[in-house]
Antibody
Framework: EVKLVESGGGLVQPGRSLKLSCAASGFSFNDYWMGWVRQAPGKGLEWIGEINQDSSTINYTPSLKDKFTISRDNAQNTLYLQMSKLGSEDTAIYYC????????WGQGVMVTVSS | DIVMTQSPSSLAVSAGETVTINCKSSQSLFGSVRQKNYLAWYQQKPGQSPKLLIY???TRESGVPDRFIGSGSGTDFTLTISSVQAEDLANYYC?????????FGSGTKLEIK
């Protein structure tokens, strides 16, 4: 069974950093581009960025490029999202997803930025 | 960035009716090498992750009912849901993957009367 399980979310104060993880199982993780998408409460989907199989290519949506860093550890079948200088506008559900072919999505993890 | 303009933002229909959702991109999504349009449609039911319905503008993902039909080319695309069922209550999003950053439409909320 394919699983993508995000973790690391929660309540964080404005200006702080947070690192999300996405543990993959049930498919060949190192064969896939992987990405992050977020969804603010009651809003639409926003693509954050993607990383290729060997981490040699990482693309971001321009407005988040200076705040967010995507990485992966193929040995651990895990995708990461390092988020810095968080503000209230970053409050959202964060999804990891595979790209290409039939995409797999995680269930999402909530990040709330508030003092 | 490629801007995806989706309409309508919401609609309410009775079961059995046909629904049309439109998506317009700010530039062509047609790739000349593969001769394909890089446009996907997602369905997101309440409290769930998005689910891919259609890719390459008109190819139905495995397991998706054939009442979901994607069409269009270039900059104008349509998702048609024929004979809507109660289980189709969801938000629907188009997404272009022609170029990074990948971008989504603003979504269409489908309600069942």
């Amino acid at each position: 069974e394919v699983k993508l399980v995000e973790s690391g979310g929660g309540l964080v104060q404005p200006g702080r950093s947070l690192k999300l993880s996405c543990a993959a199982s049930g498919f060949s993780f190192n064969d896939y581009w992987m990405g992050w998408v977020r969804q603010a409460p009651g809003k639409g989907l926003e693509w954050i960025g993607e990383i290729n199989q060997d981490s040699s290519t990482i693309n971001y949506t321009p407005s988040l490029k200076d705040k967010f860093t995507i990485s992966r550890d193929n040995a651990q079948n895990t995708l990461y999202l390092q988020m810095s200088k968080l503000g209230s506008e970053d409050t959202a559900i964060y999804y990891c997803a595979s790209e290409g072919g039939s995409p797999y999505w995680g269930q999402g993890v909530m990040v709330t930025v508030s003092s | 960035d490629i801007v995806m303009t989706q309409s309508p933002s919401s609609l309410a229909v009775s079961a059995g009716e046909t629904v049309t959702i439109n998506c317009k991109s700010s530039q062509s999504l047609f790739g000349s090498v593969r001769q394909k349009n890089y446009l996907a449609w997602y369905q997101q039911k309440p409290g769930q992750s998005p689910k891919l319905l259609i890719y390459l503008a008109s190819t139905r993902e495995s397991g998706v009912p054939d009442r979901f039909i994607g069409s269009g080319s270039g900059t104008d695309f349509t998702l048609t849901i024929s004979s809507v069922q109660a289980e189709d209550l969801a938000n629907y999003y188009c997404q272009q993957y022609y170029d990074t950053p990948l971008t989504f439409g603003s979504g269409t909320k489908l309600e069942i009367k």
